[in-house]
């Protein structure tokens, strides 16, 4: 089956620490998202990379990091410089869409906590 | 920037009863998605509408684009228990890169 694949389930950060997050796709969509979701709020764009070796920032950008080396993968750090990094980490995959939006495949999320 | 607000942020009905969602946006945009998220999962896409005006059905979901193309709508005939969940729309305006998403619905079944 193909899919998005999102690790680890639930993740403790400890102060100052940099923590990845992984997103594996098997869709082989062109375009990848990160998200953040907090109570209560829809989903925030963090960065979004179209296609490999290429991302962009998204609204939230400030305090994480991403790679794109490959067109499978996608991964999330969240560094030391994000303050408030307690959410609900989502990925999302999707076709190129040119005009016309695809729609976007989601993982099952990471759940980041501080200690 | 592009605002894209959703309202109610929740709505607690009887099984059977219907449930609405609105979203409303501070510009024209040029399509919208609809997404479920039933509790302690991720987002699903719905449907996308496009044109100005148009209508969409999916058995007991009725989705609408309004006729400027800033509003929309989401509509649950007869709810059930399997309608539990978060209901979202996300649209883009003409002039941005990414979706903006609403808030979010929450429907509530009461027992």
């Known amino acids: 089956d193909g899919g998005i694949t999102q690790s680890p389930k639930y993740l403790f950060r400890k102060e100052g620490q940099n923590v990845t997050l992984s997103c594996e796709q098997n869709?082989?969509?062109?375009?990848m998202y990160w998200y953040r979701q907090d109570p209560g709020q829809g989903l925030r764009l963090i960065y979004y990379?179209?296609?490999?070796?290429?991302?962009q920032k998204g609204d939230i950008a400030e305090g994480y990091s991403v790679s794109r080396e490959k067109k499978e993968s996608f991964p999330l750090t969240v560094t030391s410089a994000q303050k408030n990094p307690t959410a609900f980490y989502l990925c999302?995959?999707?076709?190129?869409?040119?005009?016309?939006?695809?729609?976007?495949?989601f993982g099952d999320g990471t759940r980041l906590s501080i200690l | 920037g592009q605002q894209v607000m959703q309202i109610p942020q929740y709505q607690h009905v009887q099984e059977g009863e219907d449930f609405t969602t609105y979203c409303n946006s501070s510009?024209?945009?040029?399509?919208i998605q609809w997404y479920k998220q039933r509790p302690g999962g991720h987002p699903v896409f719905l449907i996308q509408?496009?044109?100005s005006g148009e209508v969409k059905k999916q058995k007991r979901l009725t989705f609408q684009f309004g006729e400027a193309k800033k509003n929309s709508s989401l509509h649950i005939t007869a709810t059930q228990t399997t309608d539990v969940g978060t209901y979202f729309c996300?649209?883009?305006?003409?002039?941005?890169?990414?979706?903006?998403w609403g808030a979010g619905t929450k429907l509530i079944i009461k027992p």
């Open positions: 996300a649209g883009r305006g003409d002039s941005n890169y990414q979706l903006i």
């Open positions: 999302a995959s999707s076709r190129q869409g040119g005009f016309v939006d695809q729609p976007q495949h």
């Open positions: 869709l082989n969509h062109d375009a």
């Open positions: 990379s179209q296609i490999v070796n290429d991302f």
């Open positions: 510009t024209t945009l040029s399509n």
């Open positions: 509408l496009v044109k």
